[in-house]
């Protein structure tokens, strides 16, 4: 289990620590967007009020995606493990939870990522191995053999680079609502959002009926 945990903590950390190339085709992107929508206009939006945020069983608070949620993952809510038994415990417990991920590397992304280019991404394995390591405290995740000092680092990495995507992708959509002639913030991100499904690939009628807006 270690040894495929490491091949795929290595394989997420060669992932840019800040959206760097997405960043320096912003210009780009905004004068292309500009064109795209008047060529093709994405269906209407129906606003729909989402919930401010929710809690599992545990108390944590769930993020609430691309809304502009806390965290990708859940908040630490119990205080760090001091005795040796609850030290055991939470070793045990992140371990059990890396197997887990490590076996169904393919199982559904909860909760939803936090900004829109890990919402669209194929590859949804960084995420969810963050979602794991950030419900954990620094002394435990570094007590795991073998891969302690890659997780904690890749804890790191990854939080900053979310925080940078999504700062950018706020920024983007500001941009965005200058370009069209709607004045509600959600359908900028509804514009974007298209853009990206678009560039990925998929049609106007798959995005409907996959229900991606």
């Given at each position: 289990?270690?040894?495929?945990?490491?091949?795929?903590?290595?394989?997420?950390?060669?992932?840019?620590?800040?959206?760097?190339?997405?960043?320096?085709?912003?210009?780009?992107?905004?004068?292309?967007?500009?064109?795209?929508?008047?060529?093709?206009?994405?269906?209407?939006?129906?606003?729909?009020?989402?919930?401010?945020?929710?809690?599992?069983?545990?108390?944590?608070?769930?993020?609430?995606?691309?809304?502009?949620?806390?965290?990708?993952?859940?908040?630490?809510?119990?205080?760090?493990?001091?005795?040796?038994?609850?030290?055991?415990?939470?070793?045990?417990?992140?371990?059990?939870?890396?197997?887990?991920?490590?076996?169904?590397?393919?199982?559904?992304?909860?909760?939803?990522?936090?900004?829109?280019?890990?919402?669209?991404?194929?590859?949804?394995?960084?995420?969810?191995?963050?979602?794991?390591?950030?419900?954990?405290?620094?002394?435990?995740?570094?007590?795991?053999?073998?891969?302690?000092?890659?997780?904690?680092?890749?804890?790191?990495?990854?939080?900053?680079?979310?925080?940078?995507?999504?700062?950018?992708?706020?920024?983007?959509?500001?941009?965005?609502?200058?370009?069209?002639?709607?004045?509600?913030?959600?359908?900028?991100?509804?514009?974007?959002?298209?853009?990206?499904l678009r560039a990925a690939g998929l049609s106007q009628q798959q995005i409907i009926e996959g229900g991606k807006l």
């Open positions: 289990m270690f040894d495929a945990l490491q091949a795929g903590i290595t394989w997420a950390q060669s992932l840019p620590a800040a959206p760097k190339g997405v960043i320096s085709m912003v210009f780009v992107l905004l004068c292309g967007l500009a064109i795209f929508v008047l060529w093709q206009r994405p269906p209407e939006p129906v606003p729909e009020k989402q919930p401010s945020g929710t809690t599992n069983q545990a108390g944590n608070a769930a993020s609430t995606g691309q809304s502009g949620g806390v965290t990708a993952g859940l908040y630490i809510n119990q205080a760090p493990p001091v005795t040796e038994q609850q030290k055991a415990e939470a070793l045990s417990g992140l371990q059990s939870e890396l197997e887990e991920l490590a076996n169904f590397p393919k199982r559904a992304d909860i909760p939803e990522p936090r900004t829109l280019l890990e919402y669209v991404s194929t590859i949804n394995f960084p995420h969810q191995l963050f979602v794991v390591v950030n419900r954990y405290y620094k002394n435990t995740i570094l007590s795991m053999p073998k891969v302690g000092g890659d997780s904690w680092e890749f804890k790191i990495n990854y939080y900053t680079y979310e925080g940078d995507e999504f700062a950018f992708e706020n920024d983007t959509t500001m941009a965005i609502g200058k370009l069209v002639n709607v004045e509600f913030s959600q359908a900028w991100t509804i514009y974007f959002r298209y853009f990206l």
